[in-house]
Nanobody, 115 residues
Framework: QVQLVESGGDLVQPGGSLRLSCAAS????????MGWYRQAPGKQRELVAR???????NYADSVKGRFTISRDNAKNTVYLQMNSLKPEDTAVYYC?????????WGQGTQVTVSS
């Protein structure tokens, strides 16, 4: 099973930027579909962005044009570059790895957007 460790969460002012990282253990990272999800207090966890093994991406409408997901297969790492952050982006951000019906989640990293 893949183990995932997220990092990069922080407190940032509105309009600021952050880059989240998710490092995966083990081999076979390049065949995994990787995703970033988030969960705000009192809300359901939602998909933020996803990148396939072939590099195709998709985003939630709320983050299109502001967030960018990318992956570095040599480093077994997926990134989420977040720009123009808004207070409504405040949430715990989770990384997920999927291959077929197998999936693994990270422990999450807190992002707080506030002045």
């Amino acid at each position: 099973q893949v183990q995932l460790v997220e990092s990069g969460g922080d407190l940032v002012q509105p309009g600021g930027s952050l880059r989240l990282s998710c490092a995966a253990s083990g081999s076979g990272f390049n065949i995994l579909t990787m995703g970033w999800y988030r969960q705000a207090p009192g809300k359901q966890r939602e998909l933020v962005a996803r990148i396939t093994s072939g590099g195709s991406t998709n985003y939630a409408d709320s983050v299109k044009g502001r967030f960018t997901i990318s992956r570095d297969n040599a480093k077994n790492t997926v990134y989420l570059q977040m720009n123009s952050l808004k207070p409504e982006d405040t949430a715990v951000y989770y990384c997920k790895a999927r291959f077929g019906r197998l999936e693994s989640w990270g422990q999450g990293t807190q992002v707080t957007v506030s002045s």
